[in-house]
């Protein structure tokens, strides 16, 4: 232990005179300090508490669908009589509800939930403390992130309340449909233009902090893992973004202004020509929706990657196997992200050039996400495991992610696409990539740092209940979609396949994984239990409960000062993972420790 | 070999009805074959580790950690049999499908037309010859794809709604278009999907090969009548074919 003595913190109490105490800067006004805060901390909490709203919204508009697609047409229990005539009349789903919730569970899982849970609050806490600086390089930049983003979350809310409801044309939003729908979808695009702004400001912030704030010694190669994936993330975040917002915006001109970007001559809409000017092309917008969404997949993915390596090495009680060669690789995986995207256009009628450039470009990303998992897999071997409940998560994260892509690869190669493109089985894939990928990595970030941000531990017998609950649920709800898939099921349908009997074999497995999404539900309860509980009656614990390496375990008290982060600047003399060190005092050798 | 590793009616696809389906099926099964080795593999790796390299039995944890070049080999293992999967599988396959359509005159040629939420058949009737259409002529009653009906190619063009008829075992060249947005012509016991963008006339081709009828779903999001945008497939021998249009050729127009 570096710090022998605690000052007495109870965060996130509204007691401003006790959080300030032996604090030399002037005391803020309640709205400066948890409202409008600059301290990057402060930031990470709001993206944080928002974020995680925003993922039990969302998981509520799922449990909505996995109601109806386990008993298409039965009223929904319970809350059916909050619902309008124009949603559910009598609690009875109408497709054109569903397609809304289609639509907006994925854009609000993804968009407002998982990045900013990943990049907006894990990144904006942790990076500043794990590179050793006072805070983010641009502090205002960063509270205009955040605002960004409650804004377009705030847009996509109230999208529900406008006529006809909100967006129906899938998170995709492809035209011509999302062109003629109705209202939601303008707010969908006016949304999304704060989203991906609240996004690009963030990514420049990170990548100036990353560049230039960090500490004496604290080279490169000696940045913790989870730094490196937010560094890479932002970059993929900087560059991808700006196709899609001017995307959104053609959209927009083509929804508002009667423009054609993405809309050919010709078109007759239910019996009626469409009189608009004509020209455009659908292609065009969804090759600038992927060239941003599939570095997304990696925004998703890599912050997830980079909580795993810190929980699996100070668990481990090892350093990370092939730390360069990990660095390396998802240096690799971020250009290539770049390069893959029409993957997701096979079927669109591609010929065999262009299919076969994206073919290669996605069998060779595969290779370091592969060097990655197996790197951590390696790390392993020789290790004195402490089954911790972070670890647990973050052991769970890599067959998890391992399922997820694996069966991207017949999805990857456009022959075996043929039956599976656009059926539950891309559902099945790229919900274990960020479902019991991604999001059980979350949840790992969220038991290992917790301590950091509040000086108390959350409870690890509910956390292991909490584990257990989303480990088994999440399996459950999630693997019977590669059969329905392989039987040749589409998603996005309303009654889950009823209407077809070649899906009749594979739609009994529907009532089954909606149990155990409201199973999944049920096991969210000690979570939520334990998240608020802990922060009044957690054990107290030191600034380094878990006997950890990296500066914002060993060069900070918990929660760090409000005001700068460390009392005195660290200086960094090693890599980041340097456990059980032969000769060593102890099994771990912070950093910071000349 | 092939039969013993071709695990695709194991996977839960359905019965192939088409002369392509065989080589994405076992394309399928060997994919899956790659992902299952790869999965047991470290799974078994991993539970052990989970076992053996828990605190309470190894209370000191290795600074040097895992040698050896078995992740090497896994890594090689795995780009060869990616580059096989590549270069014997996908590139042969797709080759076939998007550059080897049949000559003109061996072929039974279809028009699809999609529309909110139908598909609309059209058969160029005895003359062979399609009509033109035109957007303007659309009336969803009488003239759905909007058949110019004073051309004389036109007039014994057939127009069916959610329903076509294909000869067994000869090649068979549809022209996929769409009135409004995107859908999807998917048949899975066909091993045939293919957006239809609007604007664009897509063309596919597939020889059925086992007769029965089969559903055509929508494969792309559409609107709110997605889930029940249905279509058959009838696969028959050529003569049924034939009677089947004269039917409907007396009866439609």
């Known amino acids: 232990m570096t710090n022998e003595t ?48 925003f993922l039990l919204f969302g998981f509520g508009l799922m449990l909505l669908m996995r109601w109806q697609l386990a008993s298409p047409g039965e009223p929904i229990p319970f809350i059916g009589w909050l619902f ?90 492809y035209p011509p449909l999302a062109d003629i729908e109705t209202m939601g979808q303008t707010m969908w695009l006016i949304g999304m233009i704060f989203l991906i702004t609240s996004s690009l400001l963030g990514a420049v912030n990170f990548l100036t902090t990353i560049i230039q704030l960090r500490a004496e010694g604290m080279t490169y190669m000696r940045m913790p893992f989870f730094t490196w994936t937010q560094f890479i993330t932002s970059f993929l975040l900087l560059l991808a973004f700006p196709p899609l917002e001017a995307a959104g915006v ?65 668990n481990t009680r090892k350093p990370i196997w092939g730390l360069k060669l990990l660095i390396y690789s998802l240096i690799f995986l971020g250009f290539m992200s770049f390069v893959v995207w029409a993957h997701h256009m096979f079927i669109t009628g591609m010929g065999t050039s262009l299919s076969g450039f994206f073919q290669v470009t996605t069998m060779i990303i595969s290779v370091p996400s592969v060097i990655i998992l197996s790197g951590l897999f390696l790390t392993l071997w020789g290790a004195s495991m402490r089954f911790t409940t972070p670890m647990l998560f973050a052991l769970a994260f890599l067959p998890m992610f391992g399922l997820g892509g694996l069966t991207g690869l017949p999805l990857g190669l456009a022959p075996t696409d043929i039956p599976l493109h656009d059926t539950m089985y891309i559902i099945g894939h790229f919900h274990y990539i960020v479902a019991p990928g991604t999001i059980l990595a979350l949840f790992a970030g969220i038991y290992y740092w917790y301590p950091k941000a509040t000086g108390r531990q959350m409870n690890e017998t509910l956390g292991k209940i909490h584990f257990w609950g989303s480990f088994i649920c999440m399996n459950g709800i999630f693997f019977p979609m590669f059969f329905q898939g392989m039987a040749g099921l589409s998603r996005r349908l309303y009654d889950g396949g009823a209407s077809y009997e070649f899906a009749e074999g594979v739609i009994h497995y529907n009532p089954i994984m909606s149990a155990f999404a409201f199973l999944l539900l049920l096991a969210q309860v000690p979570f939520m239990i334990n998240f608020f509980m802990s922060m009044k009656k957690g054990k107290k614990v030191g600034s380094n409960p878990w006997e950890a390496t990296t500066l914002e375990w060993t060069a900070t008290t918990s929660p760090p000062l409000a005001h700068g982060n460390f009392e005195e600047t660290p200086s960094v003399y090693r890599g980041p993972y340097e456990y059980s060190v032969p000769g060593a005092d102890s099994d771990f050798t912070p950093q910071n420790q000349p | 070999m092939r039969e013993f590793l071709d695990i695709s009616h194991l996977l839960g696809m359905p019965e192939a009805a088409s002369a392509h389906a065989a080589d994405i099926d076992y394309m399928m099964a060997l994919v899956h074959w790659l992902m299952l080795i790869l999965f047991i593999g470290w799974g078994a ?88 259409l035109d957007p303007y002529l659309v009336n969803t009653a009488t003239n759905p794809i909007g058949l110019v009906m004073s051309d004389s190619t036109a007039m014994d063009d057939i127009v069916m709604i959610d329903e076509l008829h294909l000869p067994l075992d000869r090649p068979v060249t549809l022209s996929l278009s769409s009135k409004d947005v995107i859908h999807s012509f998917g048949v899975p016991q066909l091993r045939v999907k293919q957006d239809i963008i609007p604007g664009l006339i897509i063309p596919i081709w597939f020889t059925p090969t086992l007769a029965g009828e089969y559903e055509i779903a929508c494969a792309q999001l559409c609107g709110i009548g997605h889930y029940k945008m249905k279509g058959y497939v009838t696969v028959e021998p050529m003569e049924d074919v034939d009677a089947w249009l004269e039917d409907m050729a007396s009866g439609a127009f």
Do not use: C
């Open chain 2, 45 to 132: 790796y991993f539970l052990y580790v989970l076992y053996r390299f828990r605190a309470s039995k190894n209370p000191v944890a290795s600074y040097e950690g895992a040698k050896g070049t078995y992740s090497k080999i896994q890594e090689v293992a795995v780009v060869v049999v990616e580059s096989v999967l590549l270069v014997g599988f996908a590139f042969p396959i797709w080759g076939l499908l998007k550059n080897e359509f049949p000559v003109a005159n061996t072929t039974f040629e279809v028009h699809v037309i999609a529309e909110q939420f139908t598909w609309n058949i059209h058969y160029p009737g005895p003359d062979g010859i399609f009509g033109p």
């Open chain 1, 250 to 314: 053609l959209q927009l001109f083509d929804r508002l202004l009667d423009t054609s970007f993405f809309l050919p001559s010709g078109l007759v809409v239910s019996g009626e020509v469409l009189e608009v000017s004509g020209g455009g092309s659908p292609l065009l917008w969804q090759h600038l929706f992927w060239f941003l969404a599939h570095p997304e997949v990696y925004v998703l993915i890599l912050p997830a990657m980079g909580i795993v390596t810190e929980i699996i090495a100070n």
């Open chain 1, 84 to 173: 309008s005539d124009e949603t559910a009349p009598g609690g009875i789903m109408l497709p054109e509800f569903y397609n809304q919730l289609g639509a907006m569970h994925g854009t609000i899982m993804v968009f407002l939930g998982v990045v900013p849970l990943a990049v907006g609050a894990f990144g904006n806490y942790i990076v500043p403390l794990q590179i050793g600086a006072p805070d983010m390089a641009f502090p205002k930049l960063n509270m205009a992130s955040y605002w960004s983003y409650f804004v377009g979350g705030v847009v996509m809310l109230a999208s529900f309340l406008v006529p006809a409801g909100a967006a129906k044309a899938g998170w995709t939003s």
């Open chain 1, 6 to 53: 605690e000052p007495d913190f109870h965060a996130m109490e509204g007691n401003e005179g006790e959080a300030a105490h032996e604090d030399h800067h002037h005391e803020l006004s309640f709205w400066r300090k948890y409202i409008f805060s600059t301290d990057h901390k402060m930031i990470g909490l709001q993206y944080g508490f928002t974020a995680l709203l």
